[in-house]
C-alpha cells in the first residue's frame, strides 16, 4: 500500500508540473511548428487543492510543499497535514475551490462525491487552471468539464478515469487539446506491495488482531 501510494503521488506530481511548466502548451505548439516562450512562474506562485487528503492525498501534499507549492486540502472530516491549508464539509469545499490553481482529485466515489467537479465548482477555480482526475471517473460531470475547456476558463485537464472504461472511441476526449488522456495508470496495484500487505494481514488476524485498511461500509470506502 505504501509502494501504491508512493507511485499515485509522482504521478499527481508529473501532471502538476506539466501544467505548471506549461508542457502541454510547448507539445501543442512543437506540432504547430510554433517558437513561444511562456511566462514562467515559481512553484510558490501555484496553490494546488486537493480534495481527499487520505494516504495517497496527504503523500502527494508532502511532495508539492517539498517542491515550494503552496498546498491545501479539502475532506469530509477535519484533518492535520503538515504544510498544508486544510478545511472539510461544504462551506470549506468552496473556500479550497476558490485557491486552487491546480485542483487534483483523489476522493472515494461516494453518493455525496459523484459528481462533484461540475459546473458550479469548476466555475469557482481560478481562470487559467487546470484539473487533475485520477480518482474515479463518476466524480467529473464531462459536459461541465468540456464547457469550461472550451470556453478558456480551464487551461487544461489531465483524466486518468473515466465513468466508462475503456473510453468509448467517439468521445470528445480523444481528441480535445484541452485534455490529456491516461488508461487508468496512475496507480497501479504492485504485487510488491499488494503481497506485503496481504502477508501482514494474515499475520495480525493470526494473532486475533483486526486486518489494515478495511472498508468503511458505512463511509462508503
Not at 92 to 115: D, H, M, Q, Y
Amino acid at each position: 500500500e505504501q509502494l501504491r501510494s508512493a507511485l499515485g503521488a509522482k504521478d499527481v506530481l508529473a501532471r502538476v508540473i506539466d501544467w505548471h511548466r506549461h508542457l502541454h502548451q510547448y507539445r501543442a505548439q512543437q506540432a504547430a511548428h510554433a517558437w513561444t516562450p511562456l511566462r514562467q512562474y515559481l512553484a510558490a506562485d501555484r496553490t494546488v487543492g486537493i480534495l481527499g487528503v487520505g494516504a495517497l492525498g496527504t503523500d502527494a501534499a508532502a511532495k508539492l510543499v517539498a517542491l515550494g507549492f503552496k498546498v491545501c486540502g479539502w475532506s469530509r472530516r477535519a484533518k492535520k497535514v503538515p504544510g498544508t491549508f486544510c478545511t472539510f464539509g461544504a462551506d470549506g469545499l468552496e473556500a479550497i475551490l476558490g485557491k486552487s490553481e491546480a485542483l487534483v482529485c483523489l476522493l472515494p466515489l461516494t453518493a455525496e462525491t459523484r459528481g462533484i467537479l461540475n459546473a458550479k465548482h469548476l466555475a469557482l477555480l481560478p481562470k487559467g487552471g487546470c484539473v487533475i482526475n485520477v480518482a474515479r471517473g463518476g466524480h467529473v460531470v464531462d459536459n461541465d468539464l468540456l464547457a469550461a475547456l472550451d470556453s478558456g476558463h480551464l487551461a487544461h485537464a489531465y483524466l486518468d478515469v473515466f465513468e466508462t472504461e475503456p473510453l468509448p472511441a467517439d468521445h470528445r476526449y480523444w481528441d480535445h487539446p484541452g485534455v490529456t488522456m491516461t488508461p487508468h495508470i496512475a496507480a497501479l496495484t504492485d504485487p510488491r506491495s499488494a503481497l506485503a500487505m496481504v502477508a501482514s494481514n494474515l499475520e495480525r488476524f493470526a494473532r486475533g488482531e483486526p486486518p489494515e485498511a478495511l472498508v468503511d461500509v458505512a463511509a462508503g470506502y
